[in-house]
């Protein structure tokens, strides 16, 4: 993220006039509103004071050292950024929310390290690595989730790109233009061919009639030309079918194997929906461009350009007559269409809204009959319908007049031949069949404009879809395997050396980790929300990498071991398991794909899962997942459990895998793992630290570093935060008891005075 | 069972906001302003009540009032104070020292409080704007939206004076310039390029899917919020002149 803008020359010498000698310009950002008026001033800041810049007037200063309490507040149209300078709470500036906030946010971090760094001498800016969501060419938005801004994208570039994916299925997508050729010069030949026929055998001038043999031929020729574009039609229908087929197909899988390659980062900077779209929509949208509308621009392209010369060499006045209108033709359709899009998106819009509307209300169906509102929820449903079914009539009514009268605007160049061509031949300058020839011409002209108009858009879309697409395909994974990855098989201890972590560089989760865990050892991790447990996990996993420091496992560097090897023998639990569409074997043996039925049922079993299954009525062959049985939340976890078991994994690692289930199923599942993390290495993060009870050791992290770590009976005697925790939670089950024994005593006094 | 579990909180609740109370007085007796050391407690205040929401356990709140009477350094339950309503008797309002709004209160028991900044917030900021305006403290961690402090039920409750200030912070806070003329609208790549002029000076701004983010309301007036969050109001569609409502028209 940008946090050093340019100061424009004027504002930059107000800045230096006023600047100390002994200060650093620290970073610069604009603010927009001064005064409820929109402005483009600049916030300079320097290692001491930030400065406020309009149009080269310092309009104030103010300290950063010394001052606190520096923050944003988001208001309605707008942000503030405030500080509390001389303990007066002080709004230095306004901004618009959406492109500045963030920035104003690492600001207000930033401020803070100024001030705990006050006799730093050479103080350096902190960085931010967040992407921009703007262009900084154009400063227009980048596409939706992208960094791609569509105005200044290298369009060459992506066609290239195109042109060297296409490789194999050239030949076969090069045959809907070889076919593209021959009808265009069929399209010139056939009025031709009729021109003959009319003007030597129909209705000659001259008034005698070529011999029949003659007009056989030109019968026979015209029906065979026709024979053979269909026949070519059927094989360039065939062939684009199969080449776009086969081009969607490779686009996929390279899209979906990146996809798969790319680190947990990348993956979740991105929503599943936009993902979805680049590996669905995107695809199909390059295929249609390439294997359809490309061949189709290029035939009307030709024929349009084509058609020119051949008909001013014909007849220069009459090409006249039909290229006069062309603009006017242009011009017109494009602002019809225009009206027709509008038209279609109000009705489209009303319709989504009636969709919403019902989608709404069945699913609040329960408040609607809970709150008697029936009869306004009809009259609601009721005015939305019959708002877009007055646009769709509407719409209607208007499209069946306005397309006819497009139709006519569209025939006007052989309308204006047909009149100048009449009075030709009225005076018997021209023959009927030239007419008739350049009649076909004028026509063939005139269709390519009705694709005109579309011609831009259809292309910006594909050059959108096709840079989405190749965005990812570019993509560099941010954790990625050494040159020779180490595929070692894991005994399962993990060293954690002075690691420290952040999402954001100026901003560490982890700060000097140290934790040394044996093999077979189970660890309970503790600490409230925030304090960096997943995270801890995560960086074990590898799905993200160590800012500094390192993680041994087996006196191995895991940056050395290949990821497919590290995770293959870690096995993972989840608070909130998902299961994937199949059966229950399927999902069981998610890792393990060719596990037989015994290894199936024995991990099943282990995991107490087994009898539940039994009694599903499909057994192990249930459906599970989205269309299928909806399981409870303790069957799920038994299930994910199930999972791991099978996989037979050196390292556990369970996160919060019982946080969301009552007591009773924990029950069930806290036996299961005690199974499960025999003779394996475990890290356990609860929040009920009763799942932690056979744990080796704990681990209590507060604020990123490591608190206290030790054995249950070491963390007590210490009286810190452990043990904080405990007393904590043992109250609370006490209390727990106590309301339930009131209750029952209120409900035998209350039975007692009944009686 | 569970309802007595909620009953017994909000009693826990109540019994802790007069200790806060207390403990806040007296610090505000000894120093006017938070010191940091009151500000690092809040935030872990702040980590701690979204821990809560993570796990949405009942319990929770009473391993934290425990923890509390242990060590109110680590982790202490968030003060919530009761909101009151504010008249010309109980609040007094200045202009800060930072041009910002301060607050002299009385409290229902006769105990004063000095707020150096408070924060004002429309309730009804687009169907009633002058009435129901809530008082806050401010909240660093919250951006901006603290504790209530009370609510003033309309603005004509207080002095010409104090309207002034209300209305100056208010129309900072709440910044919607009005949309006067509108140059150009182009449609491009999915998103709407406009140029117009508004009360607070010309613009360009970009907006994505129209269709929800112009917003007419049931008394006529257009509202419209751009991507960056820039928010524009047209207060009488019907007034501007044609050429700027035939460019909007298509899309209301």
Redesign the interface.
């Known amino acids: 993220m940008k946090l050093m803008y340019d100061l424009p020359a004027d504002d930059k010498a107000a800045f230096d006039a006023a600047v100390g000698s002994d200060e650093k310009l620290m970073y610069c950002l604009p603010f927009t ?1 001064y005064e ?4 483009k001033g600049y916030m300079a800041f320097t290692n001491k004071t930030m400065y406020k810049l309009l149009e080269g007037k310092l309009l104030g200063t103010w300290p950063i050292i010394g001052s ?2 520096f ?10 950024f ?1 500080a ?8 230095i500036c ?1 901004f ?4 500045d ?1 963030p920035r104003y946010a690492v600001i207000v971090k930033a401020c803070e390290i100024l001030n705990e760094q006050k006799d730093e001498k050479s103080p350096t800016p902190i960085t931010n690595s967040t992407p921009e969501r703007f262009c900084p060419v154009c400063n ?2 980048y ?1 939706n989730a992208t960094t791609i801004c ?2 200044c994208m290298d369009k060459k570039e992506i066609y290239k790109k195109l042109f060297a994916m296409t490789k194999g299925i050239r030949l076969m997508m090069s045959f809907p233009f070889l076919v593209a050729v021959f009808s265009v010069i069929f399209q010139f030949v056939v009025p031709y061919i009729e021109g003959q026929a009319i003007d030597k055998y129909i209705n000659p001038s001259s008034g005698i009639h070529g011999p029949m043999s003659g007009f056989i031929a030109i019968v026979i020729a015209i029906v065979s030309i026709d024979l053979f574009q269909r026949a070519l039609g059927v094989l360039q229908g065939r062939f684009s079918a199969i080449a776009g087929n086969k081009f969607t197909l490779m686009l996929k899988t390279v899209l979906y194997e990146k996809l798969q390659s790319l680190s947990l980062s990348s993956i979740q900077r991105r929503t599943t929906g936009d993902l979805m779209g680049r590996v669905n929509s995107d695809t199909s949208v390059m295929q249609g461009f390439v294997t359809n509308q490309l061949p189709t621009y290029f035939i009307q392209i030709v024929t349009f350009f084509i058609s020119l010369p051949v008909l001013a060499f014909m007849n220069w006045k009459m090409c006249l007559f039909i290229f006069v209108p062309i603009p006017l033709v242009v011009l017109i359709t494009s602002k019809v269409w225009d009206f027709v899009r ?1 038209r279609n ?2 009705l489209w ?1 009303l319709s989504t809204r009636t969709g919403y509307l019902l989608h709404d209300i069945l699913n609040g169906i329960r408040v609607v009959k809970g709150f008697g509102m029936e009869e306004y929820e009809i009259e609601r449903f009721k005015e939305s319908s019959i708002k877009s079914s007055n646009q769709s009539e509407s719409n209607a009514k208007v499209f069946d007049t306005i397309f006819p009268l497009l139709g006519l605007l569209i025939r006007i160049g052989s309308y204006f031949i047909l009149l100048y061509g009449y009075m030709m031949i009225f005076r018997g300058k021209m023959e009927l069949g030239f007419l008739h020839q350049i009649n076909s011409y004028a026509n063939m002209v005139y269709a390519p404009l009705m694709y005109i108009t579309f011609i831009p858009r259809n292309i ?1 879309n594909f050059l ?1 879809s096709a840079s989405k697409v190749f965005e990812i395909l570019e993509e560099e994974p941010d954790v990625q395997d050494i040159g020779l990855p180490l595929d070692i098989s894991i005994e399962g201890e993990i060293d954690v050396k002075n690691i420290t972590f952040g999402y954001e560089s100026y901003n560490p989760v982890l700060e000097n980790v140290s934790v040394r865990i044996e093999p077979g050892e189970m660890i309970g991790i503790v600490g ?3 304090s960096g447990k997943s995270t801890l996990i995560n960086l074990i996993m590898r799905l993200y990498d160590v800012n500094e420091g390192a993680i041994m496992i087996d006196d191995v560097n895991i940056k050395d071991i290949s990821q497919t090897a590290l995770r293959s023998q870690m096995g993972v639990v989840l608070q909130e398991t998902f299961l994937f569409s199949g059966t229950v074997q399927d999902n069981i043996r998610y890792s393990k794909p060719f596990a037989t039925e015994e290894e199936v049922i024995r991990a099943a079993r282990a995991a107490n899962a087994h009898d539940f299954i039994i009694n599903l009525p499909e057994g192990y062959n249930t459906l599970v997942g989205e269309k299928g049985y909806s399981m409870s939340g303790g069957e799920r976890q038994r299930i994910a459990i199930a999972r791991a078991i099978i996989h037979d994994p050196k390292i556990l690692i369970l996160d919060e895998a019982t ?1 969301s289930l009552d007591t009773e199923t924990e029950k069930l599942i806290q036996d299961a793992l005690t199974k499960l993390v025999k003779n394996r290495t475990t890290l356990a993060i609860a ?1 009920r630290l009763s799942t932690l009870r056979n744990a080796d050791k704990l681990l209590v992290l507060d604020h990123g570093r490591v608190a206290e770590f030790g054995t249950h009976s070491e963390l007590l005697a210490l009286k810190g ?1 452990y043990w ?2 405990v ?3 043992r ?2 089950s006490q ?2 008891e106590r ?2 024994a009131e ?1 029952h005593s209120e409900k035998q006094t209350a039975a007692a005075a009944a009686k | ?1 569970a309802d ?2 909620n009953n ?1 909180n909000e009693k826990n609740l109540s019994s802790e906001e007069t200790k806060d109370k207390e403990k806040k007085l007296s610090a505000e007796e000894a120093d ?2 938070k010191t ?1 050391d009151g ?1 690092k407690k809040e935030e872990k205040a702040e ?2 009540s ?2 809560d929401k ?2 949405k ?1 009942a ?1 929770i709140d ?3 009032e ?2 509390q009477e ?2 109110a350094g ?2 202490i339950l968030e003060h919530r104070r009761e909101s009151i309503p504010l008249n010309r008797e109980n609040a007094k309002f200045t202009r ?5 709004i301060s607050l002299d209160l009385t409290n229902p028991d006769g105990t004063t409080e000095f707020f ?2 408070v ?1 004002i917030m429309r309730a009804f ?1 687009i169907s009633n704007p002058d009435e129901f305006l809530s008082i806050r403290e ?1 909240d ?1 961690k919250r ?2 939206r603290g504790n209530e402090i009370g609510m003033i039920r309309r603005m004509t409750d207080f002095d010409d004076e104090t309207q002034k200030l209300f209305l100056e912070e208010l ?7 009005k949309l006067m003329k509108i140059i150009s609208v182009k449609d ?2 999915g ?1 709407l ?1 406009w140029d117009a002029e ?1 009360s ?4 360009t701004f ?1 907006m ?1 899917n129209p ?1 929800s983010n112009i917003r007419v309301l049931d008394d006529g007036r257009i509202i419209m919020h ?6 524009f109001e047209i207060p009488e569609p019907e007034k501007l002149d044609s050429q700027s409502y035939k460019k909007i028209e ?1 899309y209301l």
Do not use: W
């Open positions: 509103i409820n008026k929109f402005v606190s309490d923050k944003t507040e988001v208001m309605y149209g707008c942000c503030g405030y509390k300078v001389d303990g007066a709470t002080t709004l306004q618009v929310s959406g492109r906030l227009r938005p596409i569509p105005y509008n998106r109000k819009v910006s959108t409230h929300s925030g946080a929040h935060i904080k925790l007393m904590a939670q109250k609370m209390d727990v309301t339930q209750k | 069972m007595k579990d017994k006017n302003e940091s500000s980590s701690k979204s821990d993570a796990d356990k319990g009473d391993d934290k425990l923890l242990d060590d680590d982790l800060s020292k930072g041009n910002l150096e900044r924060v900021p401010p660093a951006k901006g129309d900072r806070r709440y910044f919607s310039p491009k790549f998103y390029y508004t607070s000076g010309n613009v970009i994505n269709f751009d991507i960056d969050g820039n928010v298509i």
